[in-house]
């Protein structure tokens, strides 16, 4: 866990730090400057916890991995009251990602937070993979947020392993590592989103994630200047084999979805 320098965040690190929940309690999120709220992407009771606890929490700032810069700068309270009109505005059709409606109730109770995007565009994304030059995606930050320094080799040959494992196996090899370089990418955008975020607005800030974002290992959360005080929640489909990598995490049940590798068998 990061160093916590606020009193709710002190207790809970003295209450035992991370630990399994029936539900995440919302009194853990209170004083603290970031709150990365984790997610299966298209698990709605995530999103409905993730509403809770940004209802419960009043942030500020929302950032979300889902949303672009330029997409996040379109919304408005106007479009806030209006879930059709806010979901065109955002082209989330075309966005790649689940239903709008598992994620409007977060932005429905939003609550006049300031609205940040972390998404990296699809074509930056594609040229600073390519030629290297995280700069050029990070506003001439990709050293503050570690991504011009390799990886010790057990971390990356996990993470290979991991992505492969996540692309059912079906990945050429020499493709791992751009996939590990991808994942880092996002991580870097979310740190810097949320830290601009609380510089911006005073926090709290909401970060709207994957579960693989939220990690305290390798995630974004570790990329965080260690003065401001973090936690991290995930939500999971089935009980851990070892301690997840979270501030707190619960288990729910799954969704029902076609096997995503039957094409590959």
Known sequence: MKQMVTAAALAFALAGGAAKAEQLDHTLLQGVDVVFLGEVHDNPVHHSAQAGATLALAPKAIVFEMLTPDQAALVTPELLDDEAALG?????????????????????????ARIYGAQVPRGLAREVLSSGNMDAAMAGEASQYKLTEPLPEAQQTEREALQMEAHCNALPEEMLPIMVMAQRLRDARLAQSATKALRETGGPVVVITGNGHVRNDWGAPTLMDPSISVVTFGQLEAEPETEPPYDTWVVTAPVEREDPCAAFQ
């Open 88 to 112: 065109q505005a955002l082209a989330w059709d075309d966005s790649g990602w689940p239903e709008f409606s598992m994620y409007y109730p977060i932005f429905a109770v939003s609550g006049g």
